[in-house]
């Protein structure tokens, strides 16, 4: 007859059932029977740690959500609103900051915050080289704004990009500052933060932001090569931007001279030092350069006895400069010679075929002013200058023109026309189709086009 075993469990396994029967607080505190007390010390650690992580998110989200307040969309004031870019209220919120390239030539725009608030307000300043331009609002309607930080971050540090790329607003993406003093331009003495927040057309002028929610810089554009975020992001330091609005900015001369770093294969080839001076590869006509005698083949040393390497230092050595001229040491067949280079503002533009003329500001427009010659019907568009206000506003060759701000467009009246304002063309292209064209030839100059639903730059400029 077989025998029944009876297995009788050890103290451990019976310990393990009557706790899995327990409620979960007392389970939880059941080891604390049988062993030290220094076993709760981890458990409170952990408890430390997640209450210190919910309070960082909590502090970073109210940073996240100030900065967002003070982040600014900016339109058009010409009754069209088209999207220029983003901006943030500096300081005590009467003054918003943003790219020279966002509000480009106009001298008013709409600024709309994430509340849908719209105010007119006036751009005061404008820097093209640095690309920095400040606009002034009639009186702080949208509160306060950021505080600009003092100093550079350091490497590493996380940042927040803010705005509205490709046209989606209240926009936040976050990175690490790759690099704190990065020069872009070698004609431009600006050193611009890198980092690695994503940001696209329509980003340029919003802020960039540290941990503490204060303001390093804006955002302006990304790497070159491409229109679309690659990895890597420009932002211009918020200490320059002080300094621009409190006037103490020089302005970039336009030296109309082409130079290039001296390698080694150039250093052999011309029997110089490599890395001593800048090869000077084109002087423009009647340019400050060509003024002060330079010539194509000589090599800039010296600017004001300030040693020149490679031609991003030629930027910054002029904007160090104390008066209306500097000297600039030159090697010139083999021989050192002092070029006296002035530095006044010049009243004349350099065009492509690089005849000099007396700059004009044109009040009233003709259709040969706006770059259209008719065929013989009088209303269709036989020839459209390429680069010309009717073309940059979107009309072409083949169009017919319909109406003028909405009055019938005969011969007899576009044979006369004179735009002193910007006008609204109805045009029948080619295959049948209709569009209203704007024409406004005092604004930018500068196509906008429609890329992911926000109306950007033209695709062959990198900056945003």
């Known amino acids: 007859m077989p025998r029944t075993v009876t297995m009788i469990p050890t103290p451990a396994q019976m310990l393990r059932k009557t706790i899995a029967h327990m409620p979960l607080s007392r389970r939880l505190f059941a080891p604390l029977s049988r062993r030290p007390l220094l076993r709760l010390v981890p458990l409170l650690a952990l408890c430390i740690t997640l209450a210190g992580a919910i309070a960082d998110r909590a502090q970073a989200a109210a940073m996240l959500d100030r900065g967002l307040a003070a982040t600014l969309v900016v339109y058009t004031d010409d009754g069209d609103e088209k999207l220029l870019g983003s901006a943030v209220l500096w300081r005590d919120g009467r003054l918003a900051v943003t790219n020279a390239h966002v509000v480009k030539r106009y001298t008013r725009v709409i600024l709309r915050n994430r509340d849908g608030q719209l105010v007119s307000a006036s751009v005061i300043l404008r820097d093209e080289k640095r690309d920095i331009a400040v606009v002034e609002l009639p009186d702080p309607v949208f509160g306060p704004g950021l505080i600009p930080a003092t100093g550079l971050p350091a490497l590493g540090d996380e940042v927040y990009a803010l705005g509205a790329p490709l046209q989606t607003t209240s926009t936040v993406t976050r990175g690490i500052v790759s690099a704190t003093e990065r020069q872009v331009l070698a004609a431009v003495p600006v050193r611009y933060i890198q980092h690695d927040a994503a940001i696209n057309p329509g980003s340029s002028g919003g802020p960039l932001l540290d ?8 955002n302006a554009r990304v790497a070159d090569g491409s229109r679309l975020y690659v990895g890597i992001s420009y932002a211009i330091p918020a200490w320059l931007i002080d300094r621009a609005i409190a006037g103490d900015l020089l302005p970039v001369p336009d030296l109309g001279v082409t130079t290039r770093p001296i390698d080694r294969r150039i250093s052999a080839a011309l029997g110089v030092a490599k890395g001593v001076g800048v090869l000077v590869d084109n002087v423009n006509p009647a340019s400050l350069g060509d ?13 004001d006895g ?10 910054f050595a002029l904007d160090r400069r104390a008066g209306a001229a500097v ?3 030159v090697r010139r067949d083999g021989m050192e010679t002092a070029v006296t280079l002035g530095l006044e503002t010049q009243s004349v533009s350099i065009d492509d075929d690089g005849a000099s003329r007396s700059i004009a500001i044109i009040r009233a427009y003709d259709l040969a002013r706006l770059g259209l010659h008719l065929a013989q019907d009088g209303v269709t568009v036989d020839v459209i200058s390429p680069a010309s206000p009717a073309f940059l506003a979107g009309m072409d060759q083949g169009d017919t023109i319909l109406t003028v701000n909405g009055q019938p467009a005969t011969s007899e009246l576009l044979a006369t026309l004179k735009v002193s304002r910007p006008i609204l063309v109805l045009v029948r292209r080619p295959d049948g189709r209709t569009l209203h064209v704007t024409v406004d030839p005092w604004s930018n100059g500068t196509r906008t086009r429609p890329v992911g639903g926000a109306n950007v730059l033209d695709p062959a400029v990198v900056i945003f």
């Not at 002060?292 to 600017?303: F, K, N, P, W």
């Not at 300030?306 to 930027?315: F, K, N, Q, S, Y």
């Open 211 to 218: 941990a503490a929610g204060r303001v390093l810089g804006i």
């Open 291 to 303: 003024r002060a005698g330079l010539h194509a083949g000589d090599i800039i040393i010296a600017v």
């Open 306 to 315: 300030v040693t020149i390497t490679e031609p991003g230092d030629l930027a």
């Open 327 to 329: 000297i600039l040491t």
